[in-house]
């Protein structure tokens, strides 16, 4: 049974930070939203409640690194994303400071629409120099992604996940900067994932695997840099062709990643981009997102009978039977 963890980050980053004085935090008006009640109450001298004002915050943050200080900016990741990119690029970017930018409701995790869904962050924020962008896929990388992001010395944003979810790697394994973890091994197809869709490909894999077809997985969390050799030499292997999962627009994002590299290389196979494809979403669970917009275990079962111009059998009821647990939140307005 794979475990479900509560709010990893409200009850890890306090503990992180408390032999870090250097580490303050900036919020918008979503103490609570992005999981810092318990980092308040401890260290109230080192939080600051910026108001609905995240531009002004953002400026702030700038200031505070300027001082010495390691800023931890929280908010939505829609709201860094789209609100204070002037300020992000002017304060932050180009002055290369250690401004660190987490992101909560990352893509269509969140039911509360185009206005709350950040589908678009990292096209953003790989565009701008100076950014290192990581994004966390379960309750290990989540923890472990405060030392990788604090060990940069420059920007960093972070899509970071909230609420309950899997612990799908070992606690003792954590996340490393621009490192590919290995979920599975095979030559036919390369399998690249991230963030909640690496989730949703473990759950089809193992189908897969049972009817014969050799998938080499990846999983991501270092969407900048992209240059781990290990992605390359595993797009290079594959027979049949590249698959991409990610919880973002097809463009700009991890595909595009891939995509780019293999020009690049001069990698000539066939890739398929799984993720939204031109559209905003709107506001409904994520597990219905996921299968509208075809970012789910059942899209990754047609993607690669698509590469293999042939059909598996792999049945609902087979993917379902690969669901251990039930850890996502249920839609709740408080959701928001």
């Known amino acids: 049974m794979i475990e479900a963890v509560s709010r990893p980050h409200h009850t890890n980053f306090p503990d992180w930070a408390a032999e870090k004085p250097e580490v303050v935090v900036l919020t918008g008006d979503l103490t609570r939203p992005c999981e810092l009640g318990l980092f308040r109450d401890r260290f109230p001298e080192r939080t600051?409640?910026?108001?609905?004002?995240?531009?002004?915050?953002?400026?702030?943050a700038g200031g505070?690194?300027?001082?010495?200080?390691?800023?931890?900016?929280?908010?939505?990741?829609?709201?860094?994303?789209?609100?204070?990119?002037?300020?992000?690029?002017?304060?932050?970017?180009?002055?290369?400071?250690?401004?660190?930018?987490?992101?909560f409701l990352p893509g269509?995790?969140?039911?509360?629409?185009?206005?709350h869904q950040a589908i678009d962050d990292m096209a953003i924020m790989r565009t701008l120099p100076n950014m290192t962008v990581l994004e966390t896929g379960d309750a290990t990388e989540v923890e472990s992604m405060l030392d990788v992001a604090h060990a940069v010395n420059g920007p960093v944003y972070v899509r970071v996940l909230r609420g309950t979810m899997r612990r799908l790697f070992p606690k003792d394994e954590p996340m490393k900067l621009n490192q590919a973890r290995v979920l599975g091994r095979g030559g036919d197809v390369a399998l690249i994932t991230s963030g909640i869709c690496t989730e949703e490909a473990l759950l089809a894999t193992q189908a897969l695997a049972e009817r014969g077809v050799g998938i080499q997985h990846l999983h991501i969390s270092t969407l900048k840099p992209f240059d781990d050799?290990?992605?390359?030499?595993t797009v290079l292997a594959a027979r049949r062709g590249?698959?991409?999962?990610?919880?973002?627009?097809?463009?700009?994002?991890?595909?595009?990643?891939?995509?780019?590299?293999?020009?690049?290389?001069?990698?000539?196979?066939?890739q398929i981009r799984l993720g939204l494809q031109d559209t905003y979403a709107h506001g409904a669970t994520q597990a219905y997102l996921m299968r509208l917009h075809g970012m789910?275990?059942?899209?990754?079962v047609g993607a690669v009978?698509?590469?293999?111009?042939?059909?598996?059998?792999?049945?609902?009821?087979?993917l379902a039977e690969a669901r251990l647990i039930d850890a996502h939140e249920t839609f709740k307005s408080e959701a928001l």
């Open 48 to 60: 600051f409640s910026m108001g609905m004002a995240e531009q002004n915050m953002i400026g702030f």
């Open 64 to 103: 505070m690194a300027r001082e010495g200080l390691a800023p931890y900016v929280h908010t939505f990741g829609v709201f860094i994303a789209r609100r204070t990119l002037d300020q992000i690029e002017m304060s932050v970017a180009y002055p290369n400071l250690p401004v660190k930018m987490l992101g």
């Open 108 to 115: 269509i995790s969140t039911p509360g629409g185009a206005t």
């Open 229 to 233: 050799p290990a992605v390359l030499e």
């Open 242 to 270: 590249v698959v991409t999962m990610e919880n973002h627009l097809t463009t700009g994002g991890l595909g595009s990643a891939v995509a780019e590299m293999m020009t690049t290389n001069g990698a000539g196979g066939r």
């Open 296 to 300: 789910d275990a059942r899209a990754l």
């Open 305 to 318: 009978e698509d590469l293999y111009s042939d059909r598996f059998g792999v049945d609902d009821e087979e």
